[in-house]
């Protein structure tokens, strides 16, 4: 078990000097770093951790965090696993003088006009007593990428909980593109495949936890390299497996802290005012903070408010300084009356927890 200290919650917060970030961080933090996992396979180390989906389940709460391995790096080579399509895995080992590799950034490596993630990700379960203490139970299984679009990993999983089963959605990453993937349980030991339920490129999908005039929502972030941009759409769906009527609904803002990019976090709380939506943006740079939006209740297409600042920009040291620094980034979190407890990914490689309250979302953006 991985040993952090219980707190009551005046104590396991500490308040933040930046004025327009109104998280309050487990004075705990982090949570999770890579060394107190164990690698998922010999020859691998983990890198990282990543971005958990997050879920309430036998009176505990659990982490479906997000896993990332390689493994490791000499001083002439870099190496990075991939999947193969029967699920067997392979390590591609490339010497660094060659004139076919780049290699400037952390996360992604291209060869010979080919794209790889530097890492490969899988998810596991993690549950805790009192929301700060996380250790890995026994009886439930890893969850790896399964067939030719999952080749690259599985990312990013967020969780809903509708109508007496849990939905998985997740990025679904291969040399075919970035899309998302759908698995359903309601034991977390069974689970049905759907495949991919939106090709690429597309990732960042949350599924509404309650229907609206009978039909299911979800969030997703299709992508453009040309004309459009990273944005936010809706889709609704009569079964929760296909999608349709996609409407475009928050776009980056120029000049801002979220201009280069935006996508859904974990699944939107409903509230009195709307459905209160916490997501993540980007700039250029790839500095990312957290934001919240404001959706109309009976027509989520439709925004009521949006923050004009940051409720959550990368000041910590374990958020400014890690395998890829300045992000924080979320996809799950659980809510208790006023308060959202969201537990985030920080600088791309330590799980992290902080708390929001609605009321003072809502005073940010001015409702």
Same mark, same amino acid.
């Given at each position: 078990?991985?040993? #952090?200290?219980? /707190? ?5 917060? /500490? ?29 691998? #180390? ?12 036998? !009176? ?25 399509? &029967? ?19 952390? *996360?992604?490596?291209? %060869?010979?006009?080919?794209? %790889?993630?530097?890492?490969? /990700? #899988?998810?596991?379960?993690?549950? /805790? ?10 009886? +439930? ?17 967020? $969780? &809903? ?24 349980? &309601? ?6 495949? +759907? ?5 690429? #490129?597309?990732?960042? $999908? ?14 997703? *972030? ?5 004309? !459009? ?33 935006? !996508? ?16 993540? !943006?980007?700039?250029?740079?790839? *500095? ?41 980034? &979320?996809?799950?979190?659980? $809510? ?7 537990? +985030? ?16 979302? +809502? ?5």
């Amino acid at each position: 078990m991985i040993n #952090h200290c219980k /707190s009551s919650l005046l104590n396991d917060v /500490s308040k933040q000097s930046t004025m327009a970030d109104i998280a309050k961080r487990f004075s705990q933090n982090p949570l999770l770093s890579p060394k107190d996992l164990q690698p998922s396979a010999k020859g691998l #180390h983990i890198a990282c951790l990543l971005n958990p989906g997050v879920f309430r389940f036998n !009176g505990k709460v659990w982490l479906l965090v997000r896993v990332a391995e390689r493994p490791e790096q000499s001083e002439v080579h870099v190496s990075f696993p991939i999947l193969t399509a &029967t699920g067997e895995t392979t390590i591609m080992e490339i010497a660094l003088d060659d004139s076919d590799l780049i290699a400037t950034d952390a *996360r992604v490596v291209r %060869y010979k006009g080919v794209d %790889y993630l530097t890492t490969l /990700s #899988h998810l596991r379960l993690l549950c /805790s007593d009192d929301g700060v203490a996380f250790y890995e139970p026994e009886g +439930y299984k890893k969850l790896f990428g399964n067939g030719p679009l999952q080749t690259f990993g599985i990312e990013d999983c967020r $969780v &809903t909980f509708l109508e007496d089963k849990y939905y998985l959605t997740f990025t679904a990453v291969s040399d075919s593109g970035v899309g998302v993937g759908m698995r359903t349980t &309601t034991n977390w030991k069974d689970f049905k495949n +759907y495949g991919m339920i939106l090709p690429p #490129h597309n990732k960042d $999908v949350a599924i509404f936890e309650e229907k609206i005039k009978g039909k299911y929502y979800a969030l997703h *972030r299709p992508s453009s390299v040309d004309i !459009g941009g990273n944005y936010i759409w809706i889709a609704e769906s009569p079964d929760g497996e296909h999608w349709g009527n996609h409407k475009c609904i928050i776009k980056t803002r120029g000049g801002m802290w979220d201009s280069g990019r935006v !996508g859904a976090g974990a699944a939107p709380i409903k509230t009195e005012k709307g459905w209160l939506e916490i997501y993540h !943006g980007a700039t250029k740079e790839h *500095r990312y903070c957290l934001g919240a939006v404001l959706l109309d209740l009976q027509d989520p297409s439709k925004v009521i408010a949006r923050t004009k600042d940051p409720i959550m920009e990368p000041t910590e040291a374990y958020e400014t300084t890690g395998f890829f620094g300045h992000v924080v980034f &979320t996809n799950g979190h659980v $809510v208790d009356g006023d308060i959202i407890t969201i537990y +985030y990914g920080a600088a791309d490689e330590f799980v992290c927890g902080a708390k929001f309250s609605i009321r003072e979302i +809502y005073a940010a953006m001015g409702v």
